[in-house]
């Protein structure tokens, strides 16, 4: 299906390195709800998009990486101040893309977001407080501000945050900054005047806020997915060498 005519407005960001564009009348993800999705790689692309495939090659390779929000597409840049030659042709692969119809996240795993969506509480949480730990409970008040407070504003300016883990003993969120947020000169400005005053202005658990870098966000990713392959397929185990239950 062919769309007549588009509208591609852009938005500068924080970060001198990343630029939001907003094509009118596409709406990337199922819900306003869902999370953004990040695309690094190459090999990350050919699972969650074709045209995020594309944008990663243009130019050799300047576009570091992308984040797709509900209705808009961030890049962010390997060499500062290329735009000039990046913005062309990023405003013609978009445009040949979605006049032509085409999708903008693959069928798969578009149907992954709609099914998560689908299995996520929606109600209030009050009624599921009495099964939560007092743990679990600082845990989604934490995601609860993010989602609800913090990431609204943040992708306003073409980035997003995700939350990856909460020490309960030493009181540290530990976040990561994608997007736009990433290489951002101000990124740290806003993880601790913005984000950390907030979570310990609600939260009397939260001490202090930290950033959780690409390289250890990748290297925590590639222990897990060697855990994973490493794991024998089909092997017995008794009740004891199975692990404790989330």
Same mark, same amino acid.
Request: glycine share 4%.
């Given at each position: 299906?062919?769309?007549?005519?588009?509208?591609?407005?852009?938005?500068?960001?924080?970060?001198?390195? *990343?630029?939001?564009?907003?094509?009118?009348?596409?709406?990337?993800? +199922?819900?306003?709800?869902?999370?953004? @999705?990040? @695309?690094?790689?190459?090999?990350?692309?050919?699972?969650?998009? %074709?045209?995020?495939?594309?944008?990663?090659?243009?130019?050799?390779?300047?576009?570091?990486?992308?984040? !797709?929000?509900?209705?808009?597409?961030?890049?962010?840049? /390997?060499?500062?101040?290329?735009?000039?030659?990046?913005?062309?042709?990023?405003?013609?692969?978009?445009? %040949? =893309?979605?006049?032509?119809?085409?999708? /903008?996240?693959?069928?798969? !795993?578009?149907?992954?977001? @709609?099914?998560?969506?689908?299995?996520?509480?929606?109600?209030?949480?009050?009624?599921?407080?009495?099964?939560?730990?007092?743990? %679990?409970? @600082?845990?989604?008040?934490?995601?609860?501000?993010?989602?609800?407070?913090?990431?609204?504003?943040?992708?306003?300016? $073409?980035?997003?945050?995700?939350?990856?883990?909460?020490? =309960?003993?030493?009181?540290? /969120?530990?976040?990561?900054?994608? $997007?736009?947020?990433?290489?951002?000169?101000?990124?740290?400005?806003?993880?601790?005047? $913005?984000?950390?005053?907030?979570?310990? &202005? &609600?939260?009397? %658990?939260?001490?202090?806020?930290?950033?959780?870098?690409?390289?250890?966000?990748?290297?925590?990713?590639?222990?897990?997915?060697?855990?994973? *392959?490493?794991?024998?397929? !089909?092997?017995? =185990?008794? /009740?004891?060498?199975? +692990?404790?239950?989330?």
């Amino acid at each position: 299906m062919f769309r007549r005519s588009l509208f591609i407005q852009t938005q500068t960001t924080p970060n001198e390195n *990343a630029l939001k564009f907003i094509p009118s009348g596409t709406r990337i993800l +199922p819900t306003q709800q869902t999370p953004t @999705v990040e @695309v690094t790689s190459i090999k990350d692309a050919i699972h969650k998009s %074709e045209l995020a495939l594309k944008l990663l090659s243009i130019n050799d390779k300047a576009i570091s990486s992308i984040l !797709f929000g509900y209705d808009f597409i961030t890049n962010n840049e /390997v060499k500062p101040q290329n735009w000039n030659v990046l913005k062309p042709q990023i405003f013609a692969l978009l445009t %040949e =893309h979605l006049t032509m119809g085409n999708t /903008v996240l693959s069928n798969d !795993f578009y149907d992954r977001l @709609v099914e998560k969506s689908q299995s996520g509480f929606t109600g209030s949480k009050d009624e599921f407080d009495e099964d939560l730990t007092p743990e %679990e409970e @600082v845990v989604a008040l934490i995601q609860e501000l993010l989602t609800t407070r913090i990431q609204p504003a943040i992708q306003e300016d $073409g980035g997003d945050i995700q939350y990856i883990s909460f020490d =309960h003993d030493k009181g540290i /969120v530990y976040l990561r900054l994608i $997007g736009a947020c990433k290489s951002c000169s101000s990124s740290e400005i806003t993880l601790k005047s $913005g984000i950390e005053d907030m979570l310990k &202005y &609600y939260i009397d %658990e939260v001490k202090a806020v930290e950033q959780v870098q690409d390289e250890t966000f990748k290297k925590t990713e590639q222990k897990i997915s060697d855990k994973h *392959a490493d794991t024998p397929k !089909f092997e017995k =185990h008794t /009740v004891d060498d199975l +692990p404790p239950a989330l």
